[in-house]
């Protein structure tokens, strides 16, 4: 790697190099293709160090910094990679079965596009960086075998077949290595003042009495340095006891008792299906048998990286395997939650009846799409009409419900198999009557019915309409929004053949295929179920969902300007939400994800601090000057800027006073802090914002309390969409706030540009 010639272009980066070349024919070693360009400041990427060559010459990379891939998802409005990329191939001469060596140069084309066409239908390509000059990436591309279903342990093995060259800077790639875990902060390290300046706002000094609680839960020696030390103790000298996973859990989820239903459960409409449109049990076959190979790729540890805000996120057990085979079961005080990795089966529910339908034949093999497909449409046409509404349950009071779950299967054998089939099975694939068309009907069927075909502690579910419409439901306990990036990809992905010569023949069911599983709620039960049904619906009356597609400027309007732009986008929102209540709510949140750590979840900042505050009041200010205001805006944006930072960095106070909490023995008294109004203002949350970047047409949850507000968020290069769910029917008023937000701060970004 040092010994480069700036001149020639050729040396150690010549085709073919560290690379398993292992014939002296076909995809040749003795070739020059590298490209003629001399570079300034050449740096090796983070990755390359890991790289390990092995005796045959080959290379084994277990970590790499991924540019683009023929698998990453078409968008049409993302911005192209222009590189020079030079690939070589062979063709066969007449009389020879050996061919002649052909190099290819295209010297500015879009890379994405460029792996794509190469790859076609049966290869996987990478362009994976080996070195960036102020910018410039340079480095190989590799191609291996596409696998639809990988065996467990199967390796991976990729040819080198060619190079690039960016023709723009870009921001270094991250390497697919995941970070480390937690380090436990110091006690010290949690300062009041991160804690004032978000829960504060710019309204009021913090009392006194505050900060002396707080400084007396930092004095040395004193019970909160006893916690702090437990705390360590429990997490281990390197984290590994993944105590962020195990606390994080039981503080934020399993000890909730009174249950308000969609608090704990979402959904996200997934990418095209706000207008596919597919037969039901076609789509069913199809969205089973995708997350199915994607969980085998998990247990065979072949999944791509996951990646969010740049950063490659925890691909490990402590995180993805809670997708498939797990459960929230109830229990008094404080649930559990269960995973059943041997299961491979999933349960098709209509109208509340269960089916078992195994996703492996009888010789082991994984099931047919055209026989899964019969499948579904067999369980469709004899599923009875009448609601078995047993599945509402599950939006009991959680202490009634592990009472009345004990005495459901203690009714028969047939109630206990239906029980334990559906919290053990893969997933659950929900089967509607409904055929939404709109973004409130989709809303009306996925996140707002009457729960008689859910089951609420599962968490992961595909509803599927009647006309094809599907979406994501999950239940959140052990999963967060960026857990779902690979089975995003993966469903919007995969092909089933469906060639036919002829007259086409759909594949026989027979009674071992798949399995009616009965259910009858307890008469004891009947009155429960008669009120729960009557409480249920009016509880998320009034929810309103829209969405809205902003098209005047987005990430790379932003980033011309220098300016972060998820940062900015949070201030066109927390502009709306000024003009919607007409003022700035303290409680404000920022969900972050913390994947970047093994067994990380989400954090919140508290996001209106001072200076974000302070931007807000003056932005629609008409006595502001314009000065001002592009000052107050900087201002906002490194505010927000910085707690993003801390908090992506672990760094956060919130889970670290949390954690503290968790460390509380029985019969200890709960430190004053605690018991402080400002602390307790951390369960305030008027609006909760969640960025994510899937390419959704919705997703979303139903906020505690009908006046508060959530708002989902996703930034792509020249658009920005935006999710809205209000309960007091506001949710299309603030869309309208979010247009002239948008407007209000582009003024100031284009006012600050005229003055520079």
């Known amino acids: 790697m040092e010994k480069f010639d700036t001149l020639t272009g050729f040396g150690d980066y010549q085709v073919g190099s560290m690379m398993p070349f292992t014939k002296n024919h076909g995809w040749v070693s003795s070739v020059y293709a590298a490209a003629p360009v001399s570079q300034l400041r050449r740096r090796d990427h983070e990755a390359v160090a890991g790289w390990v060559i092995q005796e045959n010459s080959g290379v084994r990379i277990r970590y790499a910094g991924i540019l683009a891939s023929s698998e990453d998802p078409l968008k049409n409005e993302e911005a192209p990679i222009k590189a020079l990329v030079t690939t070589i191939g062979r063709e066969r001469e007449e009389g020879s079965g050996r061919g002649r060596m052909m190099l290819k140069k295209d010297p500015d084309t879009d890379l994405r596009s460029k792996l794509r066409e190469l790859a076609g239908k049966k290869s ?88 002396a609680t707080f400084k007396e839960l930092q004095s040395p020696g004193g019970f909160g340095q006893q916690l702090q030390a ?76 996951d990646y969010y805000n740049e950063q490659a996120l925890d691909t490990t057990v402590a995180t993805l395997h809670w997708l498939f085979s797990s459960n929230r079961t109830p229990a008094p005080d404080c649930d559990t939650y269960n ?36 499948i579904f449409e067999t369980i469709s046409k004899q599923a009875p009409n009448d609601i078995n509404w047993v599945g509402i349950l ?31 099975c893969l997933f659950i694939v929900n ?82 295929d798949f399995q009616h599983l009965p259910c009858t709620i307890p008469p004891t039960l009947s009155e429960n179920v008669v009120a729960l049904r009557a409480q249920y619906q009016p509880s998320h009356s009034g929810y309103t969902l829209a969405n809205l597609k902003h098209t005047d400027y987005a990430a790379t309007y932003l980033r011309q300007h220098k300016l972060p732009p998820k940062t900015v986008i949070q201030l066109v929102i927390q502009v709306a939400i000024r003009r919607l209540f007409g003022f700035s709510p303290l409680g404000d949140v920022d969900v972050i994800s913390l994947r970047p750590f093994r067994g990380g979840r989400t954090d919140m900042i508290y996001l209106m601090t001072p200076a974000v505050e302070a931007f807000c009041a003056a932005a629609e200010d008409p006595s502001v000057s ?51 109004e400002i602390y307790k203002r951390t369960t305030e949350r008027p609006v909760c914002t969640s960025f994510t970047e899937f390419g959704l047409p919705e997703m979303g949850r139903c906020q505690p309390r009908k006046g508060d507000v959530w708002v989902g968020v996703q930034v792509f290069d020249v658009f920005v969409r935006f999710t809205v769910i209000n309960g007091e029917g506001k949710s299309d008023e603030l869309v309208e706030h979010l247009r002239r937000a948008a407007e209000v701060v582009r003024d100031i970004i284009t006012a600050g540009a005229d003055i520079e």
Request: glycine share 8%.
């Open 626 to 676: 314009a000065g001002t205001k592009r000052r107050l805006f900087l201002e906002a944006v490194q505010s927000h800027a910085r707690l993003v930072t801390l908090s992506t960095r672990g760094k956060g106070f919130r889970w670290h006073l949390m954690a503290l909490l968790e460390m509380l023995r029985p019969g200890e008294e709960i430190p004053g802090f605690y018991q402080d």
């Open 230 to 305: 437990r705390l360590v103790q429990h997490s281990g000298e390197q984290g590994e006891n993944d105590e962020v996973v195990d606390m994080y859990v039981r503080n934020k989820w399993l000890r909730w008792r009174d249950w308000r239903p969609r608090l704990r459960n979402f959904f996200s409409t997934l990418p095209g299906q706000d207008t596919a449109r597919r037969p039901q049990a076609d789509q069913a076959a199809r969205l089973s048998l995708a997350a199915y190979g994607y969980e085998l790729a998990l247990d065979a540890g072949t999944v791509g990286q």
């Open 431 to 512: 089967l509607e009557d409904a055929a939404p068309e709109s973004a409130t009907e989709r809303a009306s069927v996925f996140l707002l019915d009457d729960n008689s075909n859910r089951w609420l502690d599962k968490t992961l579910a595909f509803i599927v309409c009647a006309n094809g419409v599907s979406a994501i439901w999950g239940e959140n306990t052990m999963v967060d929004g960026t857990t779902f990036g690979g089975l995003i990809k993966a469903l919007a992905t995969d092909e089933f053949d469906e060639t036919s010569n002829g007259e086409v023949t759909e594949p026989a069911v027979t009674g071992s």
């Open 394 to 424: 599950t939006a009991d009071h959680r202490d009634k419900w592990a009472n009345s779950r004990q005495e459901v299967m203690a009714t028969s054998q047939s109630n206990q198999e239906f029980i334990t089939a559906v919290e053990r």
């Open 124 to 211: 996987v390509y990478y362009a994976v960086v080996l070195s960036d000059d102020f910018g410039l990436q340079f480095g190989l591309l590799l191609q291996t075998a596409k696998i639809r279903l990988p065996t467990p342990g199967i390796k991976r093995y990729l040819c080198k077949v060619g190079i690039f060259w960016t023709q723009s800077r870009m921001d270094t790639v991250p390497s697919t290595k995941p970070r480390a875990c937690f380090e436990v902060p110091g006690l010290d390290e949690t300062h009041p003042s991160n804690a004032r300046d978000q829960l504060m706002g710019g309204h009021t000094a913090p009392p006194a009495e505050w900060v």
């Open 339 to 374: 995973r059943y990795p041997e299961s491979d089966h999933l349960i098709a529910m209509k109208r509340g009846h269960a089916y078992q339908v195994p996703l492996r034949d009888g010789n082991g093999q994984v099931i047919a799409y055209d026989k899964l497909k019969s």
